[in-house]
């Protein structure tokens, strides 16, 4: 089981070349086993970086997994 935090889930979404090799090889081999975990406190985080402007995501919310998948 890993628990990331909210940079992690940043990174891996929308520039997953910020991370490790270990670290991308420990959140692929979690998220495959269904054992990774995202804090609720890290979806407020990465919203309020969105409302403040200090994140911007240039996909659709409902495209935004399907091009997740595709990379």
């Known amino acids: ?9 940043i990174w891996e979404a929308l520039e997953p070349e910020n ?3 270990k670290a991308k090889f420990a959140f692929d081999k979690a998220n495959e086993s269904s054992s990774i975990i995202f804090c609720d406190i890290s979806l407020w985080e ?3 970086l969105i409302t403040k402007k ?3 995501i ?5 495209g935004f997994n ?3 998948k595709e990379l």
């Not at 089981?1 to 889930?9: F, L, Q, R």
């Not at 240039?58 to 409902?62: D, Q």
Request: net charge negative; glycine share 0%; proline share 4%.
């Open 1 to 9: 089981m890993v628990t990331v935090d909210t940079h992690i889930i």
């Open 19 to 21: 991370l490790s090799k």
């Open 46 to 48: 990465i919203s309020m």
């Open 54 to 56: 200090r994140l911007e």
């Open 58 to 62: 240039e996909i659709p919310f409902l």
């Open 66 to 68: 399907a091009h997740n």
